[in-house]
């Protein structure tokens, strides 16, 4: 346009233009056009060549440049608004208005520099907008984490981009991780895990391992949120299933169990319902039964024999001294009454080795005992002077220990978990609890007229006594063998002046003392005081005045204070004797002025002081106490089992000065053969003491304290004890160093005496007499010494076994030897040209495990495959094998052409061979062993079983003539001598049995 004006413009200025010609002249002479024609009238131009046209065409196109100029400029400007809006959005955390306003800018702007930025911050913007909330999706965000990597990843920004992934993954992670332990939820675990290595990937290298550390701990703290509900949930689940199905206790358990892992669930509403649940399930299913189950009646006598005591005093006085007090002893089995001042054995009543608990003094219109009789399986009731029964109640399950006695009335509880109430006069059944499971303490007598019990597993019961009845349930919260773990000889429930004592064995080294309160009449007992100690608890507590003694461990003994006074704690650690000594039973016996008696590996005084446990000089009675310590005045009481042997040995001591009154020798272990004369039998105990014993002895029943003669024993003595050889022989084995050994042996006859022989070497066996001599087994040889010091030897082969097995002479003086690889050997022994022994058979490398059984007809072996082979004893010729279905308890014992062997699997087996064997036979032998090898009485076997039982058999057949039970338990084989049989109990009495019922020979 503006060319054209200026065209214009020219025209008019370049002076070509004339005036306008006269009109005559204009009519004569056509006028010429100029620029190609002529003028043009106005109506007559073209009008795209008209200036004004054109002039406005020319402004119309600036104004459409100026338009487009300014669109352009608009337009930047609303996009850069735009823009602006949603960053400052994202800026701000308004992460959900960022993310549309960044959406809506792109759908409008979708290229340029600030689409390709805002691509960026929206995918970011939509990475916050999950995780920057008040309730954070860091599942969603995890997604959106990973396709803004998946997206960018190949961007040349993106390298530097990493520092926003790295700071959204780690809180990705750690919201996870922490969301995970507040909701307890195990599906953030999963983002956690994905996102922790996203973000140490983008982390800077200076913090990647602080930031590895961190992520561990946060997963494991989470991880334990989530197992914490998943053990929730599941052990809920049990206790519901195992209160719909009626069993509370495992309910408790599982209860148990969850808090033992989470504690803080303790105060968990729905738990605490399933708690009062359980607790209510169980008062609900004790089923108490009242009255009348009398007596057993007609409960036969234990058999009378003699019974073998050794007695000493020290003052002539005591020996007619005799007191009304009784001293109680329980030694082999059997629970003695000792006369208190002259320690001679009143009376005696087996009860059976298992000791359910040492038996109780009980007071009324007669003084009492009650002792359990394992063998009937009854309490009963013994009158403390006479030792006679009274009265025997059987029980269904075993004492969980000692009974207690208020008023007339006695209270047992047993493993079968009932509660006895037994009138203590006439031993009828009063009441009777079942409590659905085992107890394990001593029933307790509350104030009030109420008892307690604890069962094996959570819970105490209490019920009222008049009558009896369940009161309530009391959660104790400890583990089936805590309590049980206690021995059964003491209480672990007691009552300690106003509080109730209860002992819980926690792990190998620690027992939990807890006092419940029962100070509110009518309500529960309620834990008041918790204390521990750093050992378990076996043995009975004591308590005096306001002191507690526990012992503990090893020889150790806790001290504590108890008050009830207000404001005071109820239980106070004191003093403690800290000491490891041997493991051992321990009773403790509080004094006055803080005096302390212990008996355990020996018997102690101990002074209590305010901070320390002090030992008095002087102690005495060395060995393992086996009974409580009983105090009477002045005097001390003790039991127990020197070292060495088994006998029970009770003392009467000065309790300041521990000098002996009397001593009484109980239950000595025998070895038991024929005299030399055959009239009768000897006893060699441990301690070396020896008794005769025939006919006449049978005639005066009862105790018998004295012995024939006594070896006497010395520090050098290698083995303290003796040792059966044969009929009349004995020996004891002596050493006065490694070189020097003796052997002292006895001959018992009519005209007693002793030889002591110097032996070459270390016996391994007891020696076998031969000739006027001893054949010895001593490492690799066979030595015959005699008394004037000649030798004989037979020495073992090159390269064969140095220890032997089996030692046996033979009738006819021969002897056969058995090695420790199970090779065997025959010996005879000849004076011509020279003594020596000759090698009539031999067998070698049997491989036996156990020692050979040697016959005067049969030599019986027990191989590695349980297999009896059977050979011949002159030539060792095999006569037979016969399998086993167990392995032996012992070795087998050859009788005739007889083999007879016990198995562990409980049976009586028997094989005889030769051209007429009889069929092997087995007899099952009801739970219990053999007390020694069989027998044989006439035509018949004997068997004695430990438990008291006596088999007769037809030992052709295998068949049982007869089974009695005498009720009393049998040690070692019978022994047969003229027209007697007699066999030793535990308690050293000597029985003479009775014979088969068909009539035959005893």
């Given amino acids: 346009m503006d060319d054209t004006l200026s065209d214009v413009h020219d025209e008019f200025d370049s002076g070509d233009f004339e005036s306008s010609p006269p009109p005559e ?171 922790g290595p996203i973000a140490i990937r983008y982390a800077p290298t200076n913090e990647s391992d602080a930031l590895r550390a961190r992520l561990a701990k946060s997963r494991s703290e989470a991880e334990r949120a989530v197992r914490r509900r998943v053990t929730y949930d599941s052990k809920t689940a049990s206790i519901d299933e195992s209160l719909e199905s009626g069993q509370p206790l495992d309910a408790l358990d599982v209860r148990f169990d969850l808090l033992d892992e989470f504690a803080d669930y303790a105060d968990d509403v729905a738990l605490a319902e399933r708690f009062d649940a359980a607790l209510a399930d169980l008062e609900s299913a004790v089923e108490v039964a009242l009255g009348g189950r009398p007596p057993a009646a007609n409960v036969p006598a234990p058999p009378v024999g003699v019974t073998i005591v050794h007695e000493e005093r020290n003052r002539r006085d005591r020996d007619s001294a005799a007191s009304t007090e009784v001293v109680l002893a329980y030694a082999g089995g059997s629970v003695f009454g000792l006369d208190a001042s002259t320690g001679s054995p009143l009376w005696r009543r087996p009860l059976g080795t298992d000791r359910a608990f040492f038996p109780v003094e009980t007071t009324g219109v007669t003084a009492g005992v009650l002792a359990f009789n394992g063998h009937a399986n009854a309490l009963e009731r013994l009158d403390l002077v006479t030792g006679e029964r009274l009265w025997s109640q059987p029980c269904d399950g075993w004492p969980a220990g000692p009974p207690t006695e208020r008023s007339g009335v006695v209270y047992l509880a047993t493993s079968s978990g009932e509660l006895l109430q037994i009138e203590a006069s006439t031993g009828r059944v009063l009441g009777l609890a079942a409590c659905g499971q085992p107890l394990v303490s001593t029933p307790v007598l509350l104030p009030g007229g109420r008892v307690v019990v604890v069962g094996e597993r959570s819970v105490a019961y209490v019920f009222e006594t008049a009558p009896l009845a369940v009161a309530d349930v009391v959660f104790l919260g400890h583990r089936r063998g805590a309590a049980a773990g206690l021995t059964a000889s ?97 009773s403790i016996l509080p004094g006055p002025a803080d005096e302390l008696w212990m008996a355990s590996s020996s018997v102690r005084r101990f002074r209590v002081l305010i901070e320390a446990v002090q030992q008095a000089p002087g102690r005495t009675a060395e060995g393992r106490h086996v009974q409580p310590l009983r105090g009477i005045g002045e005097r001390l009481f003790v039991g127990y089992q020197p070292p060495g042997v088994s006998e029970t040995v009770v003392l009467e001591l000065d309790r300041r000065t521990f000098d002996v009154g009397w001593r009484v020798s109980l239950a000595e272990r025998f070895a038991a053969t024929r005299s030399a004369d055959g009239s009768g039998i000897l006893l060699a105990s441990e301690s070396g003491r020896v008794y005769s014993v025939n006919q006449s002895t049978f005639d005066t029943p009862g105790f018998r304290g004295t012995s024939d003669f006594q070896v006497e024993f010395d520090e050098k003595t290698s083995s303290r004890g003796l040792h059966v050889v044969s009929d009349g022989f004995l020996f004891v084995r002596r050493h006065v160093d490694d070189e020097l050994w003796t052997a002292t042996v006895f001959s018992h006859d009519s005209n007693p005496k002793t030889t002591t022989v110097r032996l070459p070497s270390r016996p391994l066996l007891p020696p076998v007499p031969l000739e006027d001599g001893l054949l010895v087994a001593t490492p690799g040889r066979l030595s015959l010494v005699s008394p004037t ?27 056969v030897a058995q090695d420790d690889a199970g090779g065997l050997v025959r010996l005879a022994y000849r004076t011509q040209p020279v003594a020596h022994f000759g090698v009539t058979a031999r067998i070698d490398d049997l491989d036996t495990p156990v020692a050979a059984a040697v016959g005067d007809a049969v030599v019986a072996v027990v191989d590695r495959r349980n297999h009896v082979i059977v050979f011949s004893t002159d030539r060792f010729e095999r006569l037979g094998a016969f399998p086993l279905a167990a392995a032996p308890v012992r070795p087998p014992t050859a009788l005739g052409r007889l083999v007879v062997v016990e198995t562990k699997d409980g049976k009586l087996h028997g094989f005889t061979v030769g051209p007429a064997a009889d069929p092997p036979w087995s007899i099952p032998l009801s739970g219990t062993t053999l007390s020694g090898p069989p027998v044989v009485v006439g035509d018949r076997l004997l068997a004695t079983t430990r438990a008291g039982g006596l088999l007769w058999i037809d030992p052709r057949q295998g068949r049982v003539l007869e089974h009695r039970d005498l009720g009393v338990n049998f040690a070692g084989s019978p022994v047969v001598f003229g027209d007697h049989v007699v066999v030793l109990t535990t308690d050293g009495t000597v029985l003479r049995l009775p014979g088969p019922v068909d009539g035959g020979q005893p």
């Fill in 25 to 195: 002249s204009k009519a004569a002479t056509p006028p010429r056009p100029r620029f190609g024609g002529r003028r043009r009238r106005p109506g007559e131009q073209d009008p795209l060549q008209s200036p004004l046209v054109m002039w406005l065409f020319g402004g119309a196109v600036v104004l459409v440049i100026a338009a487009a100029v300014l669109w352009t400029v608009v337009q930047r400007y609303q996009r850069t608004q735009a823009y602006e809006a949603a960053k400052t959005e994202f800026e701000a955390d308004r992460h959900r208005q960022a993310v549309t306003l960044y959406e809506a800018f792109l759908e409008e702007h979708p290229t340029g520099d600030l689409a390709t930025v805002a691509r960026r911050e929206l995918a970011r913007a939509r990475v916050r907008k999950e995780i920057d909330t008040a309730v954070p999706d860091w599942e969603a965000g995890l997604a959106r984490l990973e396709a803004l990597i998946d997206e960018f990843r190949e961007d040349e920004e993106f390298e530097t981009f990493g520092t926003v992934v790295f700071e959204d993954a780690r809180t990705i992670a750690f919201g996870a991780a922490d969301g995970a332990k507040r909701a307890e939820q195990a599906t953030l675990l999963a983002v956690h895990d994905a996102a």
């Fill in 490 to 586: 003491g209480p672990q429930l007691q009552l300690v002046g106003p509080y109730v004592l209860f002992l819980e064995n926690v792990g190998v080294e620690t027992a939990r003392l807890r006092l419940l309160s029962d100070d509110l009449e009518g309500s529960p007992p309620r834990p008041v005081a918790t204390a521990t100690v750093p050992g378990n608890v076996h043995d009975d507590v004591a308590i005096r005045g306001r002191r507690l003694f526990v012992p503990f461990g090893n020889e150790q003994v806790a001290t504590f204070t108890l008050s009830a006074e207000p404001g005071q704690d109820p239980l106070v650690p004191a003093a403690r004797l800290d000491r490891k000594g041997a493991d051992v039973p321990v």
């Fill in 789 to 815: 010091g000649t030798q004989v030897e037979h020495d073992a082969r090159a390269g064969a076994a140095t220890g032997w097995r089996t030692l046996r002479k033979l009738t006819n003086g021969d002897v």
